[in-house]
C-alpha cells in the first residue's frame, strides 16, 4: 500500500535535518558557518576583461561556426567597434563603472536575462533537476549534523554564497519579471516544511517550541497522519500552475488575493523547503533510468505528478512510493554544481547514525492548506494541465551509461576528461550534420564574490580542424592524434581563462545592454548575422559530477538544440541529453549512439599514441 511505503518518509527526511540553531537563529546563514561568511569578504570581485581582449577572443569563437565571408565581414565590424575613441571604449567605460557599484556584475547580468527575466515555463527549461539513487526504505541511520565543507579550487576559496539561498527561499512570479525572497533572511526564520501528497499541500512544523527538532520516529507519524488522511482529493491541484508561463502563471498569482490564498501561498513560499510524496510512475523496462529523470523534472503529467509540486520553492525533495528519489531546485539561487554538491553531502549523510533521543513534547498535527478556487482560476488550472502534458510530450530526454572507459584511462593517456567529452560531442554532431556546431560550456566563476556559472564557447578552430580530419581517410592517424591533444590544450586554457574572469560571452551581451541602457544607437557588431549566431548554439554541455551517483538534468531551451549534462567517473561516464521536439530534427536517441560511437572511436585514436609516463 501506498501508506506503507511512505511510513519511511520521515526517516529520510530526517536526513535532511541541519540542527536547530542552524535554523531558527536569525543572524545564523542557512547551511554555512560564521567561518565561512567571513571568508566571503575577502573573495575579489569579477573584473570586466580588456575590451581589445574580448573582442579578439570573440572573433577566434566566431571563426569556426560562421562562413568566410560572414567572419571577414564581423572582423570589419570588430575592428571598428574596438578602435581607439570608438563606440566600444565609451561602452567599455561605462560597464566598468557600473562594476564598480556591484559585487559581481555577471551575476547581475545573467539575473536580469535569464534568471528573472526568462517567461518560459520554470519546468524543463529553468529549474534544476537531480535524480538520486533508489532508496529501499530500510535504512533509519543518518542526519546531518555539521555544517556544509568549505570548497575551494586549486587551494583558493570559492564563493559559498548559493548555499546561504537554498532554504526557505522562493521565487515569486511578477508580471514583467520575478523576483525571488529568501525567507531565512527576513526576521524569524521559518520552522516549517510542506509538504504535498496527492496534489494537496500541508504544513508541517519540524521543529518543537524548545527548538529542538523532531526525530525520525516523530517524523514518521507526520508523514503517516498525512498518507492516511488523504486518500481522495476533493481540491483543485494549485501546484500545476507553478508549471505554466511565468506571464500566465503571474497573472493568475495576482488574482488569488484573498485572504485564504494569502496564507496558504505565504506558507508554501516560507517554508524550508517542499517535500513531495509521489505515486509511482509506470515504467518501461528499457526505459527504467530515463524514468526517474521524468519523475523528478516534471512529475509524469497531470494525471500523474506534476501537480503535486511547487516549482518555484528552491528547493523540493521528491519521494516516489517505489523508492525513486531526487531534488528539484529553482537556477535563479543555485548553479548545478552547488545542487549536486548539496546533493552528495546529504546522500553521504544519510549513512551517520541518529544520536538523538525524542522529545516528550506533543507533536503539532500537520496543517492542510486551503484554496479559494475561483471560476477563472479553475479554467487556468486546466490550461496548465494542458501546457504541462504538451510540454512533456515535447520533451525528448536519453541517458547513456557508458562504460567502456573512464577517468582513470584517459588520464593515463594525459587526457582531460571534461575536454575529451567536449570533443566527442562535436565529433558526434559534426558527423550526423556534416557541419561544425557552435557549442558551449557552463564553467563556473566561485573564486570571485557572488560568482556563478559563465559560458565557454568551447567550438574553436582547432577543434573543429580535428572533427574535420577524424575520419578524412587522408590524414594519418599521427596527425588526429596531434590535432585531438591540441584542442584539449586549448580547451583547458580556455576554461582556465573563464575560470579567471574572461567571459567573452557575458563581456559581448553586456556592452550591448550599455547600448540600450545609454540610448545609444546600437553598434552595427550587435546587428550583424554572426552575433546572432554566436548566441545561436546547438549543444549546450556541461559536466556535473556527482560522488554519490546522482544524476543532474540539463535544462532545455526550446529555442535553441541540445542540452547535455554528464557526470565523469574512474571507469565510466553518465551522460545524460534532452531536447525539444518541437525540432523536428533532433533525436537524442541517435545523438546518444552517436556520442558513444565518437567515444569509442577516439579510444581506438589513442591506442594509437605511447601511454603518458
Not at 474 to 485: G, R
Given at each position: 500500500?501506498?501508506?506503507?511505503?511512505?511510513?519511511?518518509?520521515?526517516?529520510?527526511?530526517?536526513?535532511?535535518?541541519?540542527?536547530?540553531?542552524?535554523?531558527?537563529?536569525?543572524?545564523?546563514?542557512?547551511?554555512?558557518?560564521?567561518?565561512?561568511?567571513?571568508?566571503?569578504?575577502?573573495?575579489?570581485?569579477?573584473?570586466?576583461?580588456?575590451?581589445?581582449?574580448?573582442?579578439?577572443?570573440?572573433?577566434?569563437?566566431?571563426?569556426?561556426?560562421?562562413?568566410?565571408?560572414?567572419?571577414?565581414?564581423?572582423?570589419?565590424?570588430?575592428?571598428?567597434?574596438?578602435?581607439?575613441?570608438?563606440?566600444?571604449?565609451?561602452?567599455?567605460?561605462?560597464?566598468?563603472?557600473?562594476?564598480?557599484?556591484?559585487?559581481?556584475?555577471?551575476?547581475?547580468?545573467?539575473?536580469?536575462?535569464?534568471?528573472?527575466?526568462?517567461?518560459?515555463?520554470?519546468?524543463?527549461?529553468?529549474?534544476?533537476?537531480?535524480?538520486?539513487?533508489?532508496?529501499?526504505?530500510?535504512?533509519?541511520?543518518?542526519?546531518?549534523?555539521?555544517?556544509?565543507?568549505?570548497?575551494?579550487?586549486?587551494?583558493?576559496?570559492?564563493?559559498?554564497?548559493?548555499?546561504?539561498?537554498?532554504?526557505?527561499?522562493?521565487?515569486?512570479?511578477?508580471?514583467?519579471?520575478?523576483?525571488?525572497?529568501?525567507?531565512?533572511?527576513?526576521?524569524?526564520?521559518?520552522?516549517?516544511?510542506?509538504?504535498?501528497?496527492?496534489?494537496?499541500?500541508?504544513?508541517?512544523?519540524?521543529?518543537?517550541?524548545?527548538?529542538?527538532?523532531?526525530?525520525?520516529?516523530?517524523?514518521?507519524?507526520?508523514?503517516?497522519?498525512?498518507?492516511?488522511?488523504?486518500?481522495?482529493?476533493?481540491?483543485?491541484?494549485?501546484?500545476?500552475?507553478?508549471?505554466?508561463?511565468?506571464?500566465?502563471?503571474?497573472?493568475?498569482?495576482?488574482?488569488?488575493?484573498?485572504?485564504?490564498?494569502?496564507?496558504?501561498?505565504?506558507?508554501?513560499?516560507?517554508?524550508?523547503?517542499?517535500?513531495?510524496?509521489?505515486?509511482?510512475?509506470?515504467?518501461?523496462?528499457?526505459?527504467?533510468?530515463?524514468?526517474?529523470?521524468?519523475?523528478?523534472?516534471?512529475?509524469?503529467?497531470?494525471?500523474?505528478?506534476?501537480?503535486?509540486?511547487?516549482?518555484?520553492?528552491?528547493?523540493?525533495?521528491?519521494?516516489?512510493?517505489?523508492?525513486?528519489?531526487?531534488?528539484?531546485?529553482?537556477?535563479?539561487?543555485?548553479?548545478?554544481?552547488?545542487?549536486?554538491?548539496?546533493?552528495?553531502?546529504?546522500?553521504?549523510?544519510?549513512?551517520?547514525?541518529?544520536?538523538?533521543?525524542?522529545?516528550i513534547l506533543p507533536l503539532p498535527m500537520p496543517q492542510k492548506l486551503h484554496f479559494h478556487v475561483t471560476p477563472d482560476i479553475k479554467e487556468i488550472i486546466e490550461q496548465a494541465k494542458r501546457s504541462m502534458d504538451r510540454n512533456i510530450q515535447n520533451f525528448d530526454l536519453s541517458v547513456l551509461v557508458f562504460d567502456h572507459f573512464g577517468k582513470n584511462y584517459l588520464k593515463a593517456h594525459n587526457m582531460s576528461p571534461d575536454a575529451f567529452i567536449q570533443m566527442a560531442i562535436q565529433l558526434a554532431y559534426y558527423r550526423m550534420n556534416k557541419q561544425v556546431c557552435a557549442s558551449y560550456e557552463a564553467v563556473s566563476q566561485r573564486m570571485f564574490r557572488r560568482g556563478r556559472v559563465s559560458l565557454l564557447l568551447s567550438?574553436?578552430?582547432?577543434?573543429?580542424?580535428?572533427?574535420?580530419?577524424?575520419?578524412?581517410?587522408?590524414?594519418?592517424?599521427?596527425?588526429?592524434?596531434?590535432?585531438?591533444?591540441?584542442?584539449?590544450?586549448?580547451?583547458?586554457?580556455?576554461?582556465?581563462?573563464?575560470?579567471?574572469?574572461?567571459?567573452?560571452?557575458?563581456?559581448?551581451?553586456?556592452?550591448?545592454?550599455?547600448?540600450?541602457?545609454?540610448?545609444?544607437?546600437?553598434?552595427?557588431?550587435?546587428?550583424?548575422?554572426?552575433?546572432?549566431?554566436?548566441?545561436?548554439?546547438?549543444?549546450?554541455?556541461?559536466?556535473?559530477?556527482?560522488?554519490?551517483?546522482?544524476?543532474?538534468?540539463?535544462?532545455?531551451?526550446?529555442?535553441?538544440?541540445?542540452?547535455?549534462?554528464?557526470?565523469?567517473?574512474?571507469?565510466?561516464?553518465?551522460?545524460?541529453?534532452?531536447?525539444?521536439?518541437?525540432?523536428?530534427?533532433?533525436?537524442?536517441?541517435?545523438?546518444?549512439?552517436?556520442?558513444?560511437?565518437?567515444?569509442?572511436?577516439?579510444?581506438?585514436?589513442?591506442?594509437?599514441?605511447?601511454?603518458?609516463?
Open positions: 500500500m501506498i501508506q506503507d511505503s511512505y511510513l519511511s518518509i520521515g526517516i529520510f527526511f530526517q536526513h535532511y535535518q541541519v540542527r536547530s540553531y542552524q535554523l531558527v537563529k536569525p543572524v545564523r546563514v542557512i547551511l554555512i558557518s560564521d567561518r565561512y561568511l567571513n571568508q566571503q569578504k575577502g573573495l575579489p570581485r569579477v573584473p570586466v576583461p580588456p575590451l581589445r581582449k574580448t573582442c579578439e577572443g570573440y572573433l577566434s569563437a566566431l571563426e569556426p561556426i560562421i562562413e568566410e565571408d560572414e567572419w571577414k565581414r564581423a572582423k570589419q565590424l570588430v575592428e571598428a567597434f574596438m578602435k581607439r575613441g570608438g563606440v566600444g571604449e565609451e561602452l567599455q567605460r561605462s560597464l566598468e563603472r557600473k562594476a564598480c557599484n556591484t559585487d559581481n556584475w555577471t551575476t547581475d547580468l545573467w539575473g536580469k536575462l535569464e534568471y528573472f527575466g526568462n517567461r518560459s515555463p520554470v519546468v524543463i527549461n529553468a529549474n534544476v533537476p537531480i535524480a538520486c539513487p533508489r532508496l529501499d526504505f530500510r535504512d533509519k541511520q543518518g542526519q546531518i549534523s555539521e555544517t556544509l565543507p568549505a570548497e575551494n579550487l586549486g587551494g583558493k576559496p570559492l564563493c559559498m554564497e548559493q548555499y546561504s539561498q537554498l532554504l526557505s527561499t522562493c521565487r515569486i512570479p511578477g508580471l514583467e519579471r520575478d523576483s525571488v525572497v529568501f525567507h531565512a533572511k527576513i526576521g524569524n526564520p521559518p520552522k516549517h516544511i510542506t509538504v504535498a501528497y496527492n496534489s494537496q499541500f500541508f504544513v508541517v512544523e519540524v521543529y518543537h517550541n524548545d527548538g529542538t527538532p523532531l526525530t525520525v520516529d516523530q517524523l514518521c507519524v507526520q508523514m503517516e497522519s498525512i498518507c492516511t488522511s488523504t486518500s481522495e482529493t476533493n481540491t483543485e491541484p494549485v501546484g500545476i500552475l507553478t508549471t505554466l508561463d511565468r506571464d500566465s502563471w503571474s497573472k493568475a498569482y495576482l488574482s488569488m488575493k484573498d485572504q485564504t490564498n494569502k496564507e496558504s501561498l505565504s506558507a508554501i513560499e516560507r517554508s524550508i523547503f517542499t517535500l513531495c510524496l509521489d505515486r509511482a510512475i509506470p515504467r518501461e523496462s528499457d526505459k527504467y533510468v530515463t524514468c526517474d529523470f521524468h519523475l523528478i523534472t516534471h512529475g509524469g503529467g497531470s494525471q500523474w505528478n506534476s501537480a503535486n509540486r511547487w516549482f518555484d520553492k528552491s528547493l523540493q525533495i521528491i519521494v516516489a512510493e517505489d523508492g525513486s528519489w531526487g531534488l528539484n531546485l529553482i537556477h535563479i539561487v543555485a548553479d548545478g554544481t552547488v545542487s549536486m554538491a548539496l546533493t552528495d553531502y546529504l546522500v553521504a549523510s544519510m549513512k551517520k547514525p541518529e544520536m538523538r533521543q525524542a522529545s567550438t574553436t578552430s582547432v577543434s573543429a580542424a580535428f572533427v574535420k580530419a577524424f575520419d578524412d581517410p587522408q590524414k594519418q592517424n599521427t596527425e588526429k592524434i596531434d590535432l585531438l591533444e591540441k584542442a584539449i590544450k586549448t580547451h583547458k586554457e580556455n576554461i582556465k581563462a573563464v575560470i579567471g574572469g574572461h567571459d567573452i560571452v557575458a563581456h559581448i551581451i553586456a556592452l550591448r545592454l550599455q547600448a540600450v541602457e545609454n540610448k545609444l544607437p546600437m553598434p552595427d557588431i550587435f546587428r550583424d548575422i554572426s552575433y546572432k549566431k554566436i548566441l545561436n548554439y546547438q549543444f549546450a554541455a556541461s559536466q556535473v559530477t556527482s560522488n554519490t551517483g546522482s544524476v543532474g538534468v540539463h535544462q532545455v531551451d526550446e529555442n535553441s538544440g541540445y542540452s547535455l549534462c554528464y557526470s565523469v567517473h574512474n571507469s565510466h561516464f553518465i551522460i545524460e541529453m534532452a531536447t525539444s521536439n518541437t525540432h523536428k530534427r533532433l533525436n537524442t536517441r541517435h545523438l546518444i549512439q552517436n556520442m558513444k560511437d565518437a567515444l569509442l572511436d577516439m579510444r581506438a585514436l589513442l591506442e594509437q599514441a605511447p601511454r603518458a609516463t
